[in-house]
C-alpha cells in the first residue's frame, strides 16, 4: 500500500513541478518578449491598466 502510494505521489509531484517549469517558461518569454518591443509595450499597456508602473 505504502509503495502505491509513494509512486503516485511521486508522478504526482513530477507532474506539477513540469506545470510549474513551464509556466515559469511562459512568463520569462512573456518578459523578454516585452523587453525586445518596447515599442509595442506603449500600445499593450494602455489595454491593461494593472500594467502600469503604479501596480507593478
Known amino acids: 500500500m505504502a509503495r502505491g502510494c509513494l509512486c503516485c505521489l511521486k508522478y504526482t509531484m513530477f507532474l506539477f513541478n513540469l506545470i510549474f517549469w513551464l509556466c515559469g517558461c511562459g512568463l520569462l518569454g512573456v518578459g523578454i518578449w516585452l523587453s ?7 500600445t499593450f499597456s494602455p489595454s491593461f491598466p494593472s500594467l502600469s508602473a503604479a501596480n507593478l
Open 36 to 42: 525586445v518591443s518596447q515599442g509595442n509595450f506603449a
